[in-house]
């Protein structure tokens, strides 16, 4: 089985300050592993993924995010915070295909907010 | 990458009612992938729509409240039956890609 924990609901971050958004997973086989970004009344968009070869992932708009299998973690960080990037995010977990045509299963989300 | 639409994008529905959702591709997809999102959820998979086969249910949902539709490779119909305000969210289809791209949604509101 899989499941994947976001262990924070809302984050509030400055401008120009780092942002951290944590995530843990529990799978029994080596999973995929995805940061979504939903803005609002807006769709979903994949930022980055991790499909078991470099560790640390680099995606869009400056996040990047460490696949750490002792810590099962997928923390998604970015150096600096833009108010653009005030939006929910999602962790995901899939099978170890890369999730495109297996079933995704989605944490709670955290929705990030930036001060000015 | 995908390019995914969805109609109609909301609706307000009464309850008892039957509303169709229409997810349109521009490329031949074999699998589709119906979502449902409640106010301040998450995403929960509802069914895997292959075409030229049944759609294949999550545990919780069931084809006759949510009947899904896959009449060809780039077009699925997901209905919600009988309506009820619990029925109130975000339904988004997706399709295979890099991993999974997903349609802008449809926001239904039941009263």
């Known amino acids: 089985a899989q499941s994947v924990t976001q262990l924070d609901s809302h984050v509030s971050v400055s401008e120009g300050t780092p942002v951290l958004l944590r995530c843990n997973y529990s799978?029994?086989?080596?999973?995929?592993l995805f940061w979504y970004v939903q803005h609002p009344n807006k769709g979903l968009q994949l930022l980055l993924k991790y499909t078991s070869a470099a560790t640390l992932v680099k995606g869009i708009n400056g996040f990047e995010a460490e696949f750490k299998k002792s810590e099962t973690s997928f923390h998604l960080t970015k150096p600096s915070a833009h108010m653009s990037d005030a939006a929910e995010y999602f962790c995901v977990v899939s099978g170890p295909w890369g999730g495109a045509t297996n079933k995704l299963i989605f944490g709670t989300g955290t929705l990030l907010a930036v001060q000015p | 990458s995908a390019v995914i639409s969805q109609k109609p994008s909301r609706d307000i529905c009464q309850r008892g009612t039957s509303l169709t959702i229409q997810c349109q591709v521009d490329s031949q997809v074999t699998m589709m992938f119906w979502y449902r999102q409640q106010p301040g959820q998450s995403l929960t998979l509802i069914a895997t729509?292959?075409?030229?086969?049944?759609?294949?249910?999550e545990s919780g949902f069931v084809i006759d409240k949510f009947p899904i539709s896959r009449p060809n490779l780039t077009f699925s119909t997901l209905t919600v039956s009988n309506m009820s305000p619990e029925d109130s969210s975000i339904y988004l289809c997706?399709?295979?890609?890099?991993?999974?791209?997903f349609g802008p949604g449809t926001r239904l509101l039941v009263l």
């Open positions: 799978s029994s086989y080596s999973p995929s």
């Open positions: 729509a292959n075409q030229g086969s049944e759609a294949t249910y």
């Open positions: 997706s399709v295979p890609g890099e991993t999974q791209y």
